[in-house]
């Protein structure tokens, strides 16, 4: 059974920084694309990151480009995505999801997500 657990959320201010960790257990190979997703209340959830497998390749939306990096550690089956320059409009909760198809980057169709993480950015 895959389960994904995000943490590192909370509150910051402008301009601040968080890292936020998803660590998965049960995968049952590395070869996951594993991605970041947010949602803020009453607006539809939003595609943030993506990495494939090996961390080879990256893609993010022009939202987050340049201010949100992520990356993976497999010996540690761990995701992260560190935020910077967060901006108010940044406030969601973030989910980690994963796949064992190379095909899902930005499409929502990950066969398995995390609880998520509830990250607010003040003005």
């Known amino acids: 059974q895959v389960q994904l657990v995000e943490s590192g959320g909370g509150l910051v201010q402008a301009g601040g920084s968080l890292r936020l960790s998803c660590t998965a257990s049960?995968?049952?190979?590395?070869?996951?694309?594993m991605g970041w997703f947010r949602q803020a209340p009453g607006k539809e959830r939003e595609f943030v990151a993506a990495?494939?497998?090996?961390?080879?390749?990256?893609l993010y939306p022009d939202s987050v480009k340049g201010r949100f990096a992520i990356s993976r550690d497999n010996t540690k089956e761990t995701l992260y995505l560190q935020m910077n320059s967060l901006r108010p409009e940044d406030t969601a909760v973030y989910y980690c999801?994963?796949?064992?198809?190379?095909?899902?980057?930005?499409?929502?169709?990950?066969?398995?997500w995390g609880k998520g993480t509830q990250v607010t950015v003040s003005s």
């Open positions: 049960g995968l049952t190979s590395r070869y996951y694309t």
């Open positions: 990495i494939n497998w090996n961390g080879n390749g990256t």
């Open positions: 999801a994963a796949d064992p198809n190379g095909g899902v980057w930005a499409s929502g169709a990950y066969a398995y």
